[in-house]
């Protein structure tokens, strides 16, 4: 059984760096999608980021253009992070990781339909 928990979370005010981890359990990552989403009260989901695996050494990384810049998602072992920069009053969301077996393709900008497996969510909040 996939188990994804997400930790890194907090307050900041504009300008500051967050980083997010999503530590994953019961299977391993290297041959898989793995993405972060946010979402905002009162909006859909949204993709940010995600990282594709093909467990031959060839890993992708791709970024939402609102993000792009100043996220940037990376993998050490079976956690998936997110480092944020220049965070954004507008980057305030409930931030989710999720997997799934995903064709490169698809990795490159997913939705949220595309995930089986999701963590519990982090929330990160942006001051002005």
């Known amino acids: 059984q996939v188990q994804l928990v997400e930790s890194g979370g907090g307050s900041v005010q504009a300008g500051g760096s967050l980083k997010l981890s999503c530590a994953a359990s019961?299977?391993?990552?290297?041959?898989?999608?793995m993405g972060w989403f946010r979402q905002a009260p009162g909006k859909e989901r949204e993709w940010v980021a995600s990282?594709?695996?093909?467990?031959?050494?060839?890993?992708g990384t791709y970024h939402a253009d609102s993000v792009k810049g100043r996220f940037t998602v990376f993998q050490v072992k079976n956690t998936l992070h997110l480092q944020m920069d220049n965070l954004k009053p507008e980057d305030t969301a409930l931030y989710y990781c999720?997997?799934?077996?995903?064709?490169?393709?698809?990795?490159?900008?997913?939705?949220?339909?595309?995930?089986?497996?999701w963590g519990q969510g982090t929330q990160v909040t942006v001051s002005s």
């Open positions: 019961g299977y391993t990552i290297s041959t898989n999608c």
């Open positions: 999720a997997t799934g077996p995903l064709l490169r393709r698809t990795c490159r900008e997913p939705t949220p339909t595309d995930f089986d497996s």
């Open positions: 990282l594709y695996n093909s467990g031959a050494g060839g890993i």
